[in-house]
């Protein structure tokens, strides 16, 4: 199937958004927050009811960047299963993670409840399906870690209502789902109600550290604030201490209607390599089914429509009764190594700023969970999950998780010593783009439908990783540290926080002295 809007997700073409303005003249507050999803909202409302002066800042609009293309799954079940958390950390650890997700679960439905916001929410369970090729011990070694660390509501038990066979499934009650904008949107409307001030269309582009510190925008606006948050989904603040520790990987949703009652309300996950998630949603009249799943790191793979079709070839397995896809879209998740995301001080910073990233595939949760702690810190009121989740801390047992993500990054590095995948920009598609090398220079070249070609640098300015083009998304992916840009090379995803450099291709071969940085002390066989 061809589509004409090939990445809108569902709640995007649903709600209607309130407009903010870009910012427009310099000013000061106690907290600035960079980003306004999730976690920027919601440390937002927490902080405005706090009393606090809050200004919120976001290059693009509202919810615009991974929140709208999350599935918003309310669930406290995670990636990374609670039996290796408790290997990681230790029971005790372990039962403070359980009780800070429950608590995240509760405390949206608190918020939605209070506040009063209209975003379909409703409780539903939740449900960890059996693999294929996984076996049934794995579901009772999971639901006995998640006993002994307070999970008093999960059970067992087994359905055939996915497939001809019976699935086991471990259950969670009382979880949730909703439309995650309409959410957002109660959220700013408070913000704005308590004295807050959000900003869209407004990229911050310098920050520098001090008490106070000062923010720099690209339209030379200057923000003086006590506190900064960076909200940005992935810390581009950081050039390499808290990439290191985590992972970017793309993942990919369709949509399409389904009649009444063919899926029960819940939200039900899987426990595959890639894994896959389905939930239903409401719009209008209509039932839509929103599968996901068919993870890959960002900038590692070579057909991304290949990955939309063994998705839908595991939704039809599971919902023969599937209509056509109406919509597809992908999202951006970070893998910490350790399982856990990174909440709080920003250790590259200065004390007053502070991070939050590394969500995996829980990005709801813990995006209110970050916010609550951030809260907290800046407060001053004692939060007992701001150690667990501490970006400065130390997990000795996944070293060797941490080392072979570090690897597969160096080696993305290696793309500087080989070839382009055309020689001239006449090879290239209308409406595609590829890397044309010139020695060891490297161009990433996009030539539209009309035939208009655009040169840039190939070299991510984040780290000086060698991007790949994208041809579902149509955009430039960084394969090192997960920094995205459009067809034309503006920013769109962290930790890059410039856009490629533009420039024309030449004969010229370039020598290794003018290699960027990283690569002067890289082996050519990395």
Same mark, same amino acid.
């Given at each position: 199937?061809?589509?004409? /809007?090939?990445?809108?997700?569902?709640?995007? $073409?649903?709600?209607?958004?309130?407009?903010?303005?870009?910012?427009?003249?310099?000013?000061?507050?106690?907290?600035?927050?960079?980003?306004?999803?999730?976690?920027?909202?919601?440390?937002?409302?927490?902080?405005?009811?706090?009393?606090?002066?809050?200004?919120?800042?976001?290059?693009?609009?509202?919810?615009?960047?991974? #929140?709208?293309?999350?599935?918003?799954?309310?669930?406290?079940?995670?990636?990374?299963?609670?039996?290796?958390?408790?290997?990681?950390?230790?029971?005790?650890? *372990?039962?403070?993670?359980? *009780?800070?997700?429950?608590?995240?679960?509760?405390?949206?439905?608190?918020?939605? *409840?209070?506040?009063?916001?209209?975003?379909?929410?409703?409780?539903?369970?939740?449900?960890?399906?059996?693999?294929q090729q996984d076996k049934t011990e794995t579901l009772f070694q999971?639901?006995?870690?998640?006993?002994?660390?307070?999970?008093?509501?999960?059970?067992?038990?087994? #359905?055939?209502?996915?497939?001809?066979?019976?699935?086991?499934?471990?259950?969670?009650?009382?979880?949730?789902?909703?439309?995650?904008?309409?959410?957002?949107?109660?959220?700013?409307?408070?913000?704005?109600?308590?004295?807050? /001030?959000?900003? %869209?269309?407004?990229?911050? %582009?310098? @920050?520098?550290?001090?008490?106070?510190?000062?923010?720099?925008?690209?339209?030379?606006? &200057?923000?003086?604030?006590?506190?900064?948050?960076?909200?940005t989904h992935s810390p581009i603040t950081d050039l390499i201490s808290?990439?290191?520790?985590?992972?970017?990987?793309?993942?990919?949703?369709?949509?399409?209607?389904?009649?009444?009652?063919?899926?029960?309300?819940?939200?039900?996950? $899987?426990?595959?390599?890639?894994?896959?998630?389905?939930?239903?949603?409401?719009? !209008?009249?209509?039932?839509?089914?929103?599968? !996901?799943?068919?993870?890959?790191? #960002?900038?590692?793979?070579?057909?991304?429509?290949?990955?939309?079709?063994?998705?839908?070839?595991?939704?039809?397995?599971?919902? +023969?009764?599937?209509?056509?896809? &109406?919509?597809?879209?992908?999202?951006?998740?970070?893998?910490?190594?350790?399982?856990?995301? @990174?909440?709080?001080?920003? +250790?590259?910073?200065? &004390?007053?700023?502070?991070?939050?990233?590394?969500?995996? !595939?829980?990005?709801?949760?813990?995006?209110?969970? *970050?916010?609550?702690?951030?809260?907290?810190? =800046?407060?001053? /009121?004692?939060?007992?999950?701001?150690?667990?989740?501490?970006?400065?801390?130390?997990?000795?047992?996944?070293?060797?998780?941490?080392?072979?993500?570090?690897?597969? %990054?160096?080696?993305?590095?290696?793309?500087?010593?080989?070839?382009?995948?055309?020689?001239?920009?006449?090879?290239?598609?209308?409406?595609?783009?590829? =890397?044309?090398?010139?020695?060891?220079?490297?161009?990433?070249?996009?030539?539209?439908?009309?035939?208009?070609?655009?040169?840039?640098?190939?070299?991510?300015?984040?780290?000086?990783?060698?991007?790949?083009?994208? %041809?579902?998304?149509?955009?430039?992916?960084?394969?090192?540290?997960?920094?995205?840009?459009?067809?034309?090379?503006?920013?769109?995803?962290?930790?890059?926080?410039?856009?490629?450099?533009?420039?024309?291709?030449? !004969?010229?071969?370039? $020598?290794?002295?003018?290699?960027?940085?990283?690569?002067?002390?890289l082996d050519q066989t990395a």
């Amino acid at each position: 199937m061809t589509f004409s /809007r090939p990445s809108t997700p569902l709640w995007d $073409d649903s709600t209607a958004m309130p407009e903010f303005q870009p910012l427009a003249t310099n000013t000061s507050c106690e907290v600035a927050i960079v980003g306004a999803g999730i976690t920027g909202l919601t440390a937002g409302y927490y902080l405005a009811k706090e009393g606090k002066e809050v200004l919120i800042l976001d290059d693009g609009a509202l919810g615009g960047g991974q #929140t709208k293309r999350t599935t918003a799954h309310i669930t406290s079940f995670l990636d990374r299963r609670y039996e290796e958390l408790v290997r990681i950390f230790g029971e005790a650890k *372990a039962t403070k993670i359980a *009780a800070s997700q429950m608590e995240a679960v509760s405390e949206i439905g608190h918020i939605v *409840a209070l506040e009063r916001i209209d975003c379909d929410y409703s409780h539903v369970d939740a449900f960890l399906l059996l693999g294929q090729q996984d076996k049934t011990e794995t579901l009772f070694q999971e639901m006995q870690a998640m006993q002994n660390i307070g999970f008093n509501n999960v059970v067992f038990g087994e #359905t055939s209502l996915w497939s001809h066979r019976e699935i086991p499934y471990l259950m969670l009650n009382h979880q949730a789902q909703f439309d995650v904008l309409k959410y957002l949107y109660g959220l700013a409307a408070r913000i704005t109600e308590l004295g807050g /001030r959000i900003y %869209s269309g407004t990229h911050v %582009s310098g @920050f520098e550290k001090g008490q106070p510190a000062k923010l720099t925008t690209a339209n030379d606006r &200057e923000i003086i604030a006590n506190n900064v948050i960076v909200a940005t989904h992935s810390p581009i603040t950081d050039l390499i201490s808290i990439h290191t520790k985590q992972t970017a990987y793309r993942t990919y949703v369709i949509a399409g209607q389904v009649e009444q009652d063919v899926i029960p309300p819940g939200l039900y996950m $899987d426990t595959e390599d890639p894994y896959h998630y389905i939930r239903s949603a409401q719009k !209008g009249d209509k039932i839509y089914a929103i599968i !996901g799943g068919e993870d890959h790191r #960002t900038g590692q793979e070579s057909d991304y429509d290949e990955r939309y079709n063994k998705l839908e070839a595991w939704a039809r397995m599971m919902l +023969p009764q599937l209509g056509p896809i &109406e919509y597809r879209w992908s999202g951006q998740i970070y893998e910490p190594v350790d399982g856990l995301p @990174f909440i709080g001080r920003d +250790p590259g910073q200065s &004390e007053n700023f502070y991070v939050a990233t590394g969500y995996s !595939g829980s990005g709801i949760t813990n995006g209110t969970l *970050a916010a609550k702690i951030i809260c907290d810190q =800046i407060v001053g /009121r004692e939060n007992i999950y701001s150690e667990i989740y501490d970006p400065s801390r130390k997990t000795a047992a996944t070293l060797s998780e941490y080392l072979k993500e570090n690897v597969n %990054s160096v080696a993305q590095y290696s793309k500087y010593f080989s070839g382009g995948q055309v020689e001239s920009a006449e090879e290239i598609p209308p409406g595609e783009g590829a =890397i044309i090398a010139r020695g060891v220079q490297h161009f990433a070249v996009y030539k539209d439908a009309n035939g208009v070609v655009v040169e840039c640098s190939a070299v991510c300015p984040h780290a000086k990783g060698i991007v790949c083009w994208n %041809s579902a998304e149509k955009t430039w992916d960084c394969p090192a540290h997960g920094s995205r840009f459009d067809c034309t090379g503006e920013v769109i995803d962290g930790p890059a926080n410039s856009d490629l450099e533009a420039k024309q291709m030449t !004969g010229d071969q370039e $020598d290794f002295r003018q290699m960027p940085l990283p690569l002067k002390n890289l082996d050519q066989t990395a």
